[in-house]
């Protein structure tokens, strides 16, 4: 049973555009969400992350949108850079006695074309 | 530091093998986490330790497999009598206290592993 589930395997954008990538949870325990990214080769490096209570959180080019309602987040870049060209993953984690624990999506392949 | 490191990169082992895996977090890091992840999926929770006591092992890790993390240091991953479906790539992570905020962990970059 995927908990969260990243229903785009990949995604390819035109450097300078905006790069969305979208994320699902049904898991209503879950109060932290993370972003991960993964060059091959190389273990996830985290990225941006947002709490529940919260419905945007910002870094430099990296936005995340939360939407608890539909259980729905998104992760904007902008604008898209080559370098950005990796695998992200969705991740999130429960309050409670579970709060070291993440739970993964599948991840999606973004390529950014120069 | 030099983040978290693992050991070796890639092991390539004949089915009914033993093996091991090593794991150095972040000297200062108290918690430590086992991930496996296999082709096409995300990352999946294995173990955890804070300090030395491994506080959660998930139905994924069958009896075949033990971890262990002596003087809340290091931490090592045996596989007994391997797979070819134990094939996959192992990760480590550590962090602080999760209390610390959303940064999540340091991941290390895995060692990969190859039943043959």
């Known amino acids: 049973d995927q908990q969260v589930k990243q229903n785009s395997p990949s995604l390819s954008v035109q450097e300078g555009r905006i790069s969305i990538l979208n994320c699902d949870y049904t898991?209503?325990?879950?109060?932290?969400f993370l972003w991960y990214k993964k060059y091959p080769a190389e273990g996830p490096t985290f990225l941006i992350s947002i709490s529940s209570i919260k419905d945007k959180n910002e870094d430099g080019r990296f936005t995340v949108f939360l939407n608890k309602s539909a259980k729905h987040l998104s992760l904007h870049i902008v604008p898209s850079q080559p370098g950005d060209s990796a695998v992200y993953f969705c991740a999130a984690k429960s309050g409670g006695g579970s709060n070291y624990k993440l739970t993964f999506g599948k991840g999606t392949l973004l390529t950014v074309n120069p | 530091d030099t983040g978290v490191s693992q050991n070796p990169r890639h092991k390539i082992t004949k089915r009914g093998q033993n093996v091991t895996f090593r794991c150095d977090p972040i000297?200062?890091?108290?918690?430590l986490y086992w991930y496996r992840q296999t082709l096409g999926q995300g990352p999946e929770f294995l173990t955890y330790f804070q300090n030395e006591a491994q506080l959660e092992k998930s139905r994924l890790l069958s009896d075949r497999f033990s971890a262990e993390r002596p003087k809340g240091s290091f931490s090592t991953l045996e596989i007994q009598r391997t797979e070819q479906g134990d094939s996959a790539m192992y990760l480590c992570?550590?962090?602080?206290?999760?209390?610390?905020?959303?940064?999540?962990?340091?991941f290390g970059s895995g060692t990969r592993l190859t039943v043959v």
């Open positions: 000297s200062e890091h108290n918690r």
């Open positions: 898991n209503s325990m879950f109060d932290y």
């Open positions: 992570a550590s962090s602080l206290s999760a209390a610390a905020g959303g940064t999540g962990y340091t």
